[in-house]
C-alpha cells in the first residue's frame, strides 16, 4: 500500500506492509512457495535480499511488516521478524545475551517461557542467569536488576494469574538500569495495548494465539523499532533459521486482517463471562483485568484499551471440581493455547504450567481449583449457558 497518510490500526491490519503483488497484479500477496530465487547475474539476484528463502520471502516479509506496522502504528513503521512459533521467536531473541548476562523476568510467564529459561539458557554452558519476581512489586523488581542485567522480560497481562505489570514504571526503570525491555504481548494484542509507547525495545508474540486467531498456525514474531536492533535480530533469524514458512505466514496475515474484529468481540464476550463468573455461587475467585475487583485495574484501564477474552477463575472444590469443570463444557474444548475464535478451557497446574515447579505454583496462587478460560467470539450467550451447566455438575 503507498500512502503518507496516517492510517488506523483498523485499516494497517488489513493493508500494513502489503501491496499488489508485482508479478500478476494480485491483491492478496500470494504465497511464494520457494527455497530460493534465480539470479540473473551472478551475485545479484532480481530483489536485493531474496537469495535464499531461509533469509527471505516475500509473504513472510508482508505479514512480518503488517505485524510491525500495527505495533508501531504506521506502515513502514519498524521491522518485524517471524518465527516457526512464538518459542522460536524468544530462543532467537535470547541470542542477543552472552553467557554471564542477567535477565529479570515477571515471576509468572507462560510455562514453556520458563522451562526455556530454567532448563536452556540457565543451564549449564549457556550461563545466562534469571530473577523471577513479582514485577507488581516495583520495590523488589527494581531490587533484582544486577550490574550483569542485560534484559528485562515482561509478560503483561501474565500467564495464567493476569497480574497487570506497568508498562511506563518498569520500562523506565530498565533504561535507567540500561538494560534492554522486551514485552510479550501475546495476550492484548496491538488492538489492546502498544508497548512501544512505553518505551520498550521489544515486542514479541506468539502469533498462534490472537494475530492469527483460527488455532490453525503455530507462529512467532519479534519486532522492534531500532534499525541497529533489527540487523541484529534479522542476522540471528537468517544465521539459527527458526523461520516461519510461507504457507504460516500467509495464514497469519489473513488472520490479522480481522484480529480488530476479533478482539473487539473476545472483550465484549469477555467482560459479560467475567461478571457472571464472579456472581456464580461456585466460584471462588475470578481474575479479569476489567473486573473492579482485580488488583490492577486502574492500572489496566489505563494501559490498556480493551481488557480482552483472558480469564481465569477458582471453583469451590478444588482439583476435582476443577477436573468435573473442564471436562463437561462442550462448547469451551478443554485444549492448551488460546487467542483462537473459538473457545478453550484448561486446567494450568496439569496442562501449560505443569513445568512449572510445585511450589512456585503454590507461591503464586496457581492452585488446583484454577481454571484458565479463553473465550472465543461465539454468541454469548452460548457460553455462558455451557459454562453454567458445567459449572452445576
Ligand atoms: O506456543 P508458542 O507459539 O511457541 O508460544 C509460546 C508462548 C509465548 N508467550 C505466551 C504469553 C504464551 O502464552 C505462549 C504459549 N502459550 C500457550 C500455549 C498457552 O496455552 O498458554
Known amino acids: 500500500m503507498k500512502t503518507d497518510r496516517k492510517l488506523s490500526l483498523n485499516t494497517l491490519a488489513i493493508h500494513g506492509g502489503q501491496t499488489p503483488d508485482p508479478y500478476s497484479g494480485a491483491v492478496m500477496t500470494p504465497i511464494y512457495q520457494t527455497s530460493t530465487y534465480v539470479q540473473p547475474e551472478l551475485g545479484k539476484p532480481k530483489l536485493a535480499g531474496y537469495e535464499y528463502a531461509r533469509t527471505k520471502n516475500p509473504t513472510r516479509t ?3 511488516a503488517c505485524v510491525a506496522s500495527l505495533e508501531c502504528e504506521g506502515d513502514g513503521l519498524g521491522y518485524g521478524a517471524a518465527f516457526a512459533s512464538g518459542c522460536a521467536a524468544q530462543t532467537t531473541v535470547m541470542h542477543l545475551l552472552e553467557p554471564g548476562d542477567h535477565v529479570v523476568v515477571s515471576d509468572d510467564v507462560y510455562g514453556g517461557t520458563f522451562r526455556m529459561f530454567d532448563k536452556v539458557f540457565q543451564a549449564a554452558g549457556k550461563g545466562i542467569q534469571f530473577t523471577y519476581v513479582d514485577m507488581t512489586n516495583l520495590e523488589a523488581y527494581e531490587a533484582a536488576f544486577r550490574p550483569n542485567t542485560k534484559l528485562v522480560w515482561i509478560e503483561t497481562p501474565t500467564n495464567p494469574m493476569l497480574k497487570v505489570i506497568d508498562l511506563e514504571r518498569t520500562i523506565a526503570i530498565a533504561k535507567k538500569k540500561n538494560a534492554l525491555a522486551l514485552v510479550d504481548n501475546t495476550f492484548m494484542s496491538p488492538i489492546f495495548q502498544r508497548p512501544f509507547r512505553f518505551g520498550a525495545d521489544i515486542v514479541i508474540h506468539s502469533v498462534t494465539k490472537f494475530l492469527n486467531g483460527h488455532s490453525d498456525v503455530v507462529c512467532g ?8 536492533l533489527a540487523e541484529k535480530i534479522y542476522f540471528l533469524q537468517k544465521s539459527l533459521g527458526a523461520i516461519s514458512g510461507p504457507m504460516d505466514s500467509w495464514l497469519a496475515m489473513r488472520g490479522l486482517k480481522t484480529l480488530p474484529l476479533r478482539m473487539e468481540r473476545h472483550d465484549q464476550n469477555g467482560r459479560i463471562i467475567a461478571q457472571k463468573l464472579s456472581e456464580h455461587q461456585e466460584i471462588a475467585k475470578v481474575i479479569y483485568p476489567g473486573l473492579k475487583s482485580h488488583p490492577q485495574h486502574a492500572l489496566a484501564a489505563k494501559q490498556m484499551s480493551g481488557f480482552g ?6 471453583v469451590k472444590g478444588g482439583l476435582e471440581k476443577a477436573k468435573t469443570v473442564v471436562k463437561s463444557t462442550q462448547l469451551f474444548a478443554l485444549a492448551e493455547s488460546l487467542g483462537g475464535v473459538e473457545s478453550l478451557i484448561e486446567h494450568p497446574a496439569i496442562m501449560t504450567h505443569a ?19 479463553s473465550v472465543g467470539v461465539e454468541a454469548v450467550e452460548d457460553l455462558w449457558e455451557d459454562l453454567s451447566l458445567a459449572l452445576a455438575r
Open 355 to 373: 513445568s512449572v515447579p510445585a511450589e512456585n505454583r503454590k507461591a503464586l496462587g496457581i492452585d488446583d481449583g484454577l481454571i484458565r478460560i
Open 62 to 64: 508482508a505479514f512480518e
Open 309 to 314: 477474552g483472558m480469564i481465569t477463575f477458582v
Open 221 to 228: 514474531v519479534a519486532v522492534v523499532k531500532e534499525k541497529a
